[in-house]
């Protein structure tokens, strides 16, 4: 009994060492498995590659930083994108520049209307009677002087009618300033419709006028200011409300009898107006020459006795006074 229990337990001595055996290999190749997956973790991070499997921490941060690196080491693409992207900056940029341009332009043509129409206005209100519409004293003066100054230069004839409304003072005073207005808003229609393209026609005093006709001679002008004379008698009143006669009294001369001053044609028409006056009225008087500083009436045409607005008995003054 005691050699085979001694036996067995020499046995089971024996047999101890080799299971240890068995599991000190079985820890180290578990060892060896947990390293050589670290080290394959290990080389995927820093690889970049490892589809499927999402870093974290300080893995997520430190491939961050190697792709980061490993791109800007990459400059093959840097050229191109700038290049496009400073392509994309000028066109933005010409494209708001002709904007500005357009803005600007339109702009300036804006203001140069607004502006040459602001001249155009304030050039036709230096020049023109705000009443009747036609030439002021200063503008008749100024392009009569210049027509004088062409035909003198050619050699054309030139002719001047000077007239004003006989006894005029008495429409106002009768039938007050608004149907005097209305008189000579009348008067310097008709004498625009005998006008023709390159006549100058002007109102140079309270009831004066004066038409200058470039390329007439001394008939032609007096057959328009006998037309004139014609129809200012012949206006009708009605329209105002009351009932009166209109008439006016002309001076003619000419570049013929006056040469082409226009300081000696006004004169001169102004003597031939004053001898009208003192005929009568409703009248045209030639300037025929100087006598004695006088002017030689010739009379074209005549309106009825008592044909003007006052009195037709009055008598006369003499000289530029004497008008009415």
């Known amino acids: 009994m005691a050699t085979a229990g001694g036996s067995v337990s020499c046995m089971g001595g024996g047999a101890m ?42 893995d997520a941060i430190h491939a961050a930083d190697v792709a980061s690196s490993q791109r800007l080491l990459d400059l093959d693409w840097l050229p191109g994108a700038l290049q496009e992207r400073v392509d994309r900056q000028q066109a933005q940029s010409r494209r708001l520049l002709v904007l500005l341009l357009v803005v600007l332009a339109g702009s300036l043509g804006y203001w140069a209307l607004k502006a040459r129409r602001l001249q155009v206005s304030l050039r036709r209100m230096a020049e023109t009677d705000a009443l009747t519409g036609l030439g002021n004293r200063q503008h ?25 409304l006989d006894r005029f003072e008495s429409i106002n005073d009768r039938f007050g300033q608004d149907t005097g207005d209305w008189v000579l ?12 393209r390159g006549d100058h026609v002007g109102r140079i005093g309270g009831e004066e ?33 009351q009932r009166f ?28 107006l004053g001898a009208a006056k003192r005929e009568g009225r409703n009248r045209v008087s030639v300037f025929e020459g100087d006598a004695g500083s006088r002017a030689r009436l010739q009379v074209v045409g ?7 607005a006052g009195s037709a008995d009055r008598k006369p003054a003499s000289g530029r006074s004497s008008r009415a």
């Open 17 to 58: 060492p080799g299971a240890r055996r068995r599991r000190v290999v079985v820890c180290m190749l578990y060892v060896v498995a947990a390293v050589l997956l670290s080290g394959a973790a290990m080389a995927q991070a820093a690889s970049g590659s490892g589809p499927g499997r999402p870093l974290h921490g300080a």
């Open 140 to 164: 008749f003066l100024r392009q009569s002087a210049q027509a004088l100054l062409q035909a003198e230069r050619t050699g054309g004839d030139v002719a001047l009618v000077v007239f004003d």
């Open 185 to 196: 808003r009348q008067v310097a229609g008709q004498c625009r419709t005998l006008c023709r």
């Open 209 to 241: 006028f004066a038409i200058l006709l470039p390329g007439r001679d001394l008939r032609a002008a007096r057959s328009v200011a006998e037309a004139c004379r014609v129809r200012i008698a012949g206006l009708d009143s009605r329209p105002t409300g």
């Open 245 to 272: 006669i209109v008439t006016a009294g002309f001076g003619v001369t000419a570049s013929s009898r006056s040469g082409h001053d226009l300081a000696r044609m006004l004169s001169h028409a102004d003597k031939a």
């Open 302 to 308: 005549e309106g009825r006795p008592g044909q003007d």
